[in-house]
């Protein structure tokens, strides 16, 4: 069987196994009421589940499963074969923090120590920075600094994609798009074990937002945020960090732009006002569209395109025949979504 087989069906059994289960899952939220309640920072109106983390976990590790009772794995060198599971292993306990922090209401100090824990274990199961290509340098081995660059990476990319979990569909929308970008990146670049779980978490993403477009039926929680977050920065560690070439570090930071530099205003924003970078405000991207005017959508919409045009530019950077052509498809795209915004606000 072509190793192309299995990617494709990894993304297609994390897609069924989501639309299968979500439902399940929502109606077992209810009954135990676990609800989100409505809030002074929060932007629905009515109680949500918050446990749809549970599905996309499921889907993820089960089309991962499956593909290796297939015998996908067999065709992955032994070393790729372990990092599967590392990631695998690792996914499993940041999904557990956020179901935890979902039902118990962890602190934020609580919350953090868990997550070092959990990315020092991943970095020990080989999901790992180990050295850096810079130009006119070449190689430069990390040595011990490999340790807290990987846990800061990691840890770093959960909370950005947690941070961005604030309006329907705009967490799983970001991270499904930025999953197929890395898909095809991985795929090009050879590293198909890479390329398996970014087509599992693709999947998975997507398929959630069946139930958690707007309007949304059920939200993600910290389960989920944590789980793709998480998945989405070991992918780029073991697929595209440990490439050996200038631009392949530059690709996850690129794929991974929208959630990494909301993150980093955000953080600077409330730094430069005297607060608290974990104290939670309404300074993020898609509350500052939201305040000029912009529907709940085409905010959504408007963060859709931004990561669509940030993927396209990594895939035109690692030398994909056709990236060109979708930089060009997708800044066309952004153009009039930004006009479309741009035209939206001045009316409001």
Not at 238 to 259: Q, S
Request: hydrophobic share 55%.
């Amino acid at each position: 069987m072509p190793a192309q087989i299995y990617h494709l069906i990894a993304f297609l059994v994390a897609a069924v196994v989501v639309l299968w289960t979500t439902p399940d899952v929502r109606n077992l939220g209810i009954k135990s009421g676990r609800l989100d309640n409505p809030g002074d920072r929060k932007v629905h109106q009515r109680p949500m589940v918050r446990l749809g983390g549970v599905s996309i976990f499921m889907g993820t590790t089960v089309s991962l499963l499956i593909v290796w009772w297939l015998g996908g794995f067999g065709l992955l060198p032994p070393e790729k074969e372990w990092q599967i599971w590392g990631v695998t292993l690792g996914g499993l306990g940041f999904f557990l923090i956020g179901l935890a922090d979902d039902l118990l209401n962890l602190s934020p100090f609580t919350r953090l120590l868990l997550q070092v824990i959990v990315a020092a274990g991943a970095w020990k199961a080989g999901v790992s920075i180990d050295f850096l290509t810079i130009p006119t340098i070449g190689i430069v081995d990390l040595n011990w600094l490999s340790l807290p660059i990987t846990v800061i990476w990691l840890v770093g990319m959960v909370n950005a994609i947690n941070w961005i979990d604030g309006l329907d569909g705009l967490a799983a929308g970001v991270s499904g798009i930025a999953a197929v970008v890395m898909l095809v990146v991985a795929l090009f670049m050879k590293q198909p074990a890479a390329a398996l779980i970014a087509a599992a978490l693709a999947g998975s993403s997507l398929g959630f937002l069946r139930y958690n477009f707007n309007p949304a039926q059920i939200f993600m929680g910290d389960g989920g945020s944590y789980f793709m977050g998480f998945t989405l920065a070991a992918v780029g560690v073991i697929g595209l960090v440990k490439i050996p070439a200038v631009t392949a570090i530059l690709l996850p930071y690129l794929i991974l732009a929208v959630p990494i530099v909301d993150m980093s205003a955000v953080i600077l924003a409330r730094l430069r006002r005297g607060k608290s970078p974990f104290i939670a405000d309404k300074s993020h991207l898609h509350h500052r569209l939201l305040r000029a005017g912009l529907s709940h959508r085409l905010t959504v919409l408007f963060i859709y395109s931004l990561t669509l045009w940030v993927g396209s530019l990594a895939m035109a950077i690692a030398g994909i025949p056709s990236g060109i052509v979708y930089a060009c498809g997708t800044t066309s795209l952004l153009s009039y979504i930004s006009w479309r915004v741009w035209k939206h606000s001045r009316q409001s």
